[in-house]
């Protein structure tokens, strides 16, 4: 098994109604984008959909980028 490090990024945004949600998403996968009602929500979906795009890559045999020095929350992805 091999981890790897994303950084995230959640920022506040909102629902069309106007209801408050954020917003995660992963600048080195650039399809790594996702919301939640709350930041935890962000982090989780951001967390499982890290998991499934860095497995597709693996099995199409693509690069994984990843960055290691950072000071914003950041995902643990472990394949």
Not at 46 to 75: C, D, H, M, Y
Request: hydrophobic share 40%; net charge negative; with cysteine.
């Amino acid at each position: 098994m091999k981890s790897y490090v994303f950084k995230v990024v959640v920022e506040e945004d909102d629902h069309e109604d106007g209801r408050r949600a954020y917003q995660a998403h992963c600048p080195e996968i650039e399809e790594a984008i996702t919301w939640g009602d709350t930041r935890e929500e962000a982090m989780q979906r951001i967390n499982e959909l890290l998991q499934a795009l860095v497995q597709i890559r693996i099995e199409k045999g693509q690069p994984i980028p990843t960055a290691i020095e950072f000071e914003s929350p950041a995902v643990v992805v472990t394949v």
